[in-house]
């Protein structure tokens, strides 16, 4: 069983996520952490982990390789020995007997691709957890990597999940740079692709996702580069799926149904530009929008616009909206929410499960 970490400073962290993996009860597992180009602070700290335990190897990204923790995943997986791996962030934790069960599971089931733990979601002021990556029969994996509004139930988060290796190189499926929701991509082309899954029956935590604020990351997502990246990989998956024999109309409208309030309303909720505009050209060209919906948005990014200025003549448009050319996105005709005021939508996990701990 191997494990990928990209690394880039954060040392504090960075030193509980090393316990984590020193405590792990599986002799045989290597630990590849990619240093990203760290300060000297954390290239000394890395330099001694070999002599600390034998399973680690630290790699030094090349300076000719893009930054970023996609090429440094995508790193590490080339240079995988085991059977499995696991991709864990930085700041992340695994219980100490997390990959002896998952390869243990995986040895005993040939037939799996990905094997799910359980998983829990904390913050550094918060002593209690909640279960994040919970089994749901109502709806597949694959269509729950699609509902990425808030609140957002992907079914699993990178520790969560021990994938093969084998059925990596099979699929050719790298991790993407491109996209800043590149584990929501390479999660769901790993499903898409019809790797089998299978979930642990001990619903104690195995790992433990590490949650940091929503300015965090709403600074990186929610930026107008972040808003494209979000909008293009839509349309990559709405492409994928038809590629894939997995598409069909209520898939894509879901996809619009993220489309429309993670990327428009943030866009337009954002002031006058021409951002959302942009944003719905390019979902558009991406074959995710038909003409008539890219009609409807920008007819009510024209009237927000319009009326900016006038709160309660906005107030007014807003409901008109809601329930004429945008009922289908915002409840009225059975989609998701039934308001318009972005607020709190598409944080990157949304806690669901019981709170243990």
């Known amino acids: 069983m191997s494990v990928v970490v990209p690394v880039f ?22 630990f590849i952490l990619v240093d990203d180009r760290s300060g000297k602070e954390v290239q000394h700290f890395l330099a001694g982990l070999s002599n600390v335990d034998p399973r680690f190897t630290v790699m030094v990204k090349p300076v000719e390789q893009p930054r970023g923790c996609q090429s440094s995943r995508n790193l590490g997986l080339d240079h995988c020995s085991g059977e499995a791996v696991v991709f864990l962030d930085s700041d992340d934790l695994l219980s100490p007997t997390c990959l002896e069960k998952r390869h243990a ?48 139930d992907v079914p699993w988060v990178n520790g969560g999940v021990a994938i093969r290796t084998s059925a990596l190189s099979a699929s050719k499926i790298r991790w993407r740079p491109e996209f800043h929701w590149d584990d929501v991509a390479f999660h769901f082309e790993c499903v898409a692709n019809g ?66 309030h993670a990327c428009f309303m943030r866009a337009v909720d954002q002031g006058p530009s021409r951002l959302a505009r942009d944003l719905v050209s390019v979902a558009l060209d991406g074959n995710l929008l038909t003409r008539s ?12 616009g319009a009326f900016r200025a006038l709160p309660r003549v906005t107030y007014y448009w807003n409901r008109f909206s809601e329930a004429t050319i945008l009922s289908a996105y915002t409840g009225q005709s059975g989609g998701t929410y039934g308001t318009l005021d972005a607020g709190a939508r598409a944080w990157p996990l949304a806690p669901r499960g019981e709170v243990v701990g």
């Not at 919906?293 to 927000?304: D, K, T, V």
């Open 195 to 260: 790797m089998t899954v299978r979930w642990l029956t001990d619903r104690q935590p195995d790992s433990f996702y590490r949650s940091h604020s929503i300015d965090r990351f709403g600074e990186m997502l929610f930026s107008p580069d972040g808003l494209l990246s979000s909008a293009g990989m839509l349309c990559w998956m709405r492409n994928f799926l038809e590629a894939h024999d997995e598409f069909s109309e209520p898939r894509r409208l879901r996809l619009v149904t993220d489309f429309f």
């Open 9 to 30: 400073n954060r040392l504090a962290l960075l030193k509980k996520t090393v316990a984590s993996l020193t405590a792990q009860t599986l002799a045989d597992a290597e």
């Open 293 to 304: 919906e890219s009609l409807r948005m920008r007819a009510y990014a024209r009237g927000r």
């Open 105 to 152: 599971f995986m040895i005993s089931h040939p037939e799996t691709d990905i094997v799910v733990g359980s998983q829990a979601i904390f913050t550094a002021d918060d002593e209690k957890m909640h279960l994040v990556n919970v089994p749901d029969e109502r709806a597949s994996n694959l269509d729950r990597f699609l509902a990425l509004s808030h609140p957002l």
